[in-house]
């Protein structure tokens, strides 16, 4: 069965940073993109950053200006750095696969899930 554990989440002051990680279970990382995306209370789910199997990362908007997706596939694990974090960065943040990379990072075009963690920027 294919799984993700993802962890990192927590609470941050603006301007702080944090580190996602995504640990793949019961399947390898190394045959999939991966998405990072999120979702605020009474908000749709978004895209973040998406990467594929061998292909440079892909950015929503300017979400590269802060944040960068990775994924060492030795450790069948990805990552989501965020660097100065606002208050708006405020969601649960999920991570994602599919096989079937189009380079999108539509939340619809991944069908594997993780549980999500969740990211609190505040003072």
């Known amino acids: 069965q294919l799984q993700f554990v993802e962890s990192g989440g927590g609470l941050v002051q603006p301007g702080g940073s944090l580190r996602l990680s995504c640990a793949a279970s019961?399947?390898?990382?190394?045959?999939?993109?991966i998405g990072w995306f999120r979702q605020a209370p009474g908000r749709e789910r978004e895209g973040v950053a998406c990467i594929g199997v061998s292909t440079s990362p892909n950015y929503v908007d300017s979400m590269n200006d802060r944040f960068t997706i990775s994924r060492d596939n030795a450790k069948n694990t990805a990552y989501l750095e965020m660097n100065s974090l606002k208050p708006e960065d405020t969601a649960v943040y999920y991570c994602?696969?599919?096989?079937?990379?189009?380079?999108?990072?539509?939340?619809?075009?991944?069908?594997?899930w993780g549980q999500g963690t969740q990211v609190t920027v505040s003072s």
């Open positions: 994602a696969a599919t096989q079937y990379y189009t380079g999108s990072c539509h939340p619809g075009a991944y069908r594997y």
């Open positions: 019961g399947f390898t990382l190394d045959y999939y993109a």
